[in-house]
């Protein structure tokens, strides 16, 4: 199965618009994309999900290309306290037993002063 | 409204010994994930349930890890006889209907280290 990959970190500072972007170019076809949010010794957290263009709710967008191979999370504006790893989850596989449901690996985004 | 509750929150046990997680699921959900995350392999899908019957256990280890959901609203995974290797910290997921899109709502995990 195909993998689904992030970028493993990313700098900003407080006041920036962040875009994280997953690539999951064997998506099943009826998936959506779920972008979640992990602070230390928490569980993830859901932020945003969406099946195709655009979705945008209180804490972010996400853009998801006519083809849905990628995903790019958008978050506006962001302060201190968005430090934390953000994940994809997405089925990737064609269904029956080459079905899987797959996170990424995380992406650790520091937000600096 | 209390979220999914885990126990314990940390175990620390010697290799061989059994051991047993537990996951209160929040009221009226249909759907329980496990999950195991370490540093080298991220989080990874281990079995899901819909409605207490498991839909999706490939990506369960092997024979000595096993999960049940005696009832709606809980469920356990029990790994007999425990490895080092299997320490990592594990999650579990409710959502509310047997719909894989549908968001998950996590607890905060079990840190399992095995000695």
């Known amino acids: 199965l195909a993998k689904t990959t992030q970028p493993i970190s990313m700098d900003s500072y407080e006041g920036q618009e962040v875009n994280i972007t997953c690539s999951h170019n064997n998506i099943a076809t009826n998936d959506y994309i779920t972008w979640y949010q992990q602070f230390p010794s928490q569980g993830p957290r859901f932020i945003i999900q969406?099946?195709?263009t655009k979705v945008t709710n209180e804490v972010a967008s996400l853009f998801i290309p006519a083809d849905r191979k990628s995903s790019t999370l958008s978050l506006p504006r962001v302060s201190l306290s968005d430090t934390a790893v953000y994940y994809c989850l997405v089925g990737v596989g064609s269904g029956g037993s080459n079905y899987k449901l797959t996170f990424g690996k995380g992406t650790l985004l520091t937000v600096n002063p | 409204d209390a979220g999914v509750i885990q126990s314990p929150r940390h175990e620390v046990t010697e290799m061989g010994q059994e051991v047993t997680l537990r996951c209160k699921l929040i009221s009226g959900h249909n759907s329980l994930f496990w999950y195991r995350q370490t540093m080298m392999r991220g989080l990874e899908l281990l079995i899901y349930f819909n409605n207490n019957v498991p839909i999706d256990d490939s990506g369960m280890p092997e024979d000595r890890f096993s999960a049940k959901m005696p009832n709606a609203s809980f469920s356990t995974l029990k790994i007999q006889p425990s490895e080092p290797r299997d320490s990592a910290v594990y999650f579990c997921?409710?959502?509310?209907?047997?719909?894989?899109?549908?968001?998950?709502?996590f607890g905060d995990g079990t840190r399992l280290s095995i000695l």
């Open positions: 997921a409710s959502s509310f209907t047997p719909d894989r899109n549908q968001p998950q709502h």
């Open positions: 969406g099946y195709k």
